[in-house]
């Protein structure tokens, strides 16, 4: 080859050269470029139009007690709607109880798996979302964060932010309230006892005609609670001292006596007067209902008030059955969705969560034919409009009247349940 054609050919290798060397500098400046457009688009959204951003498209899988068809359907309503809005599958994982989605979360974390749980989000509140507490189960600092949780009003309603009197942290958000309902068959009863003494006089007089589920039922506790709590108001009222106090702290063997006697000494009397003289208990409180609708009780209660008309819709309760609320007190609590640290989807379940607590979706809760639980927002957070979904509509004869309960008393904290089990155990328990 001529010196002529090499001084060629190196002139066009060493243009090649430089080309490749610009392309390559102009493809490394528009990719920076890029990068630097995207997370500049990032930082211009805010933490919750991120949350959205990342939360779409995906599965949460939520672990809900599955007892109640009302509830089931309103669940299946529900995701319809994230699914319209979020392209989210909303499964609910329906359970027995709750107990179960706590164990599921707790043997995760003894297998090491802590960012891959199976459980989204969970329907939760009390015994349970203590136990997650304690063992740092749940996501922490989100629900405070929710665009619909300024709606409960947080700085003035305490209830939002205490579950049975542990603070939340940010780790639930408010879903629902629901408050001990009693109801009796107005065919046999003209005026319903609506406080505690008229209840042990009302039983007194009308001997076997009311009783309640023995413990660890659920409905049973709630009833012993609210005995509870109403004797350390009398208590108190009377004394002036402020024994009451202590169901807002943890159970000890130095207060256990002070806060459980005055309900032993209660029940002494009273049980002679209930359904069997007192020797036997019922199991649940679909045997509680169903020995109404059997004429044996006159009275009974629940703390899922839309259950009411709804039995006597199935005929499992007959029409003349009517429901209220105690004048002296209902016992009432807060209950709430939560979100396990493991969770696989923590933007997603942030975003059904946020949803479960709109206008929207907490106005068609409360409506009695769909679910009927009250509502955890407060009115005068929300617009006019946002209002307007809320106004009420009629309803059934048997259901509890709108803004019938008058006075509520909160839950004492979670270890008092084991401690009034583990007395009315040692006191009263008795064969079925």
């Known amino acids: 080859m001529d010196p002529t054609s090499s001084l060629l050919m190196l002139r066009r290798s060493t243009k090649r050269s430089a080309y490749a060397a610009m392309l390559g500098i102009c493809i490394g400046i528009s990719a920076s470029t890029a990068s630097?457009?995207?997370?500049?688009?990032?930082?211009?959204?805010?933490?919750?139009?991120?949350?959205?951003?990342q939360?779409?498209?995906?599965?949460?899988?939520?672990?809900?007690?599955?007892?109640?068809?009302?509830?089931?359907?309103?669940?299946?309503?529900?995701?319809k709607q994230v699914d319209d809005k979020y392209n989210i599958n909303l499964v609910h994982v329906k359970l027995s109880d709750t107990s179960e989605a706590v164990s599921r979360v707790l043997a995760e974390k003894s297998a090491n798996n802590n960012d891959q749980g199976s459980v989204d989000l969970v329907w939760i509140n009390g015994a349970n979302f203590a136990t997650m507490s304690e063992n740092s189960l749940l996501l922490k600092q989100w629900a405070n964060k929710l665009p619909n949780f300024s709606l409960t009003d947080p700085n003035n309603n305490p209830t939002v932010n205490y579950d049975f009197g542990v603070p939340t942290e940010g780790?639930?958000?408010?879903?629902?309230?629901?408050?001990?309902?009693?109801y009796y068959d107005s065919l046999s009863v003209n005026t319903p006892p609506t406080t505690l003494d008229e209840l042990s006089t009302w039983t007194a007089q009308n001997p076997g005609r009311f009783s309640?589920?023995?413990?660890?039922?659920?409905?049973?506790?709630?009833?012993?609670?609210?005995?509870?709590?109403?004797?350390?108001?009398q208590h108190d009222a009377e004394t002036g001292q402020n024994t009451k106090a202590q169901l807002n702290l943890p159970a000890t063997e130095q207060n256990i006596a002070l806060v459980l006697d005055p309900l032993w000494a209660f029940l002494d009397d009273f049980h002679p007067t209930l359904w069997r003289d007192g020797e036997q208990f019922l199991q649940t409180g679909?045997?509680?209902r169903r020995l109404v609708d059997d004429t044996e009780l006159s009275l009974a209660f629940t703390f899922s008030a839309p259950e009411v008309p709804a039995a006597v819709q199935r005929y499992d309760l007959p029409k003349s059955i009517r429901s209220y609320a105690m004048s002296d007190g209902s016992l009432s609590n807060t209950h709430f969705v939560a979100i396990p640290y493991n969770t696989n989807h923590p933007q997603a379940a942030q975003l059904v969560a946020n949803f479960l607590l709109s206008p929207e979706a907490q106005a068609r809760k409360q409506i009695p034919a769909v679910w009927g639980d009250k509502t955890v927002l407060v009115q005068?957070?929300?617009?006019?409009?946002?209002?307007?979904?809320?106004?009420?509509?009629?309803t059934h004869p048997s259901a509890l009247p709108f803004d019938s309960?008058?006075?509520?008393?909160?839950?004492?904290?979670?270890?008092?349940?084991?401690?009034?089990?583990?007395?009315?155990?040692?006191?009263?328990?008795?064969s079925p």
């Open 55 to 79: 939360g779409k498209n995906q599965d949460v899988y939520f672990y809900a007690w599955g007892g109640d068809p009302q509830i089931n359907a309103y669940l299946q309503w529900a995701a």
């Open 286 to 288: 679909a045997q509680m």
């Open 380 to 394: 005068s957070m929300l617009s006019p409009e946002q209002q307007a979904l809320f106004d009420g509509k009629q």
């Open 212 to 233: 309640y589920p023995k413990p660890p039922d659920f409905l049973g506790m709630s009833f012993l609670k609210y005995a509870l709590v109403m004797l350390h108001e």
């Open 171 to 182: 780790m639930e958000a408010p879903w629902g309230q629901a408050s001990l309902t009693f």
């Open 405 to 430: 309960i008058t006075r509520t008393v909160s839950e004492p904290h979670p270890s008092w349940v084991d401690a009034i089990m583990q007395g009315w155990q040692m006191r009263y328990g008795v």
């Open 36 to 53: 630097t457009n995207s997370t500049m688009s990032d930082q211009a959204l805010s933490p919750w139009q991120q949350i959205e951003a």
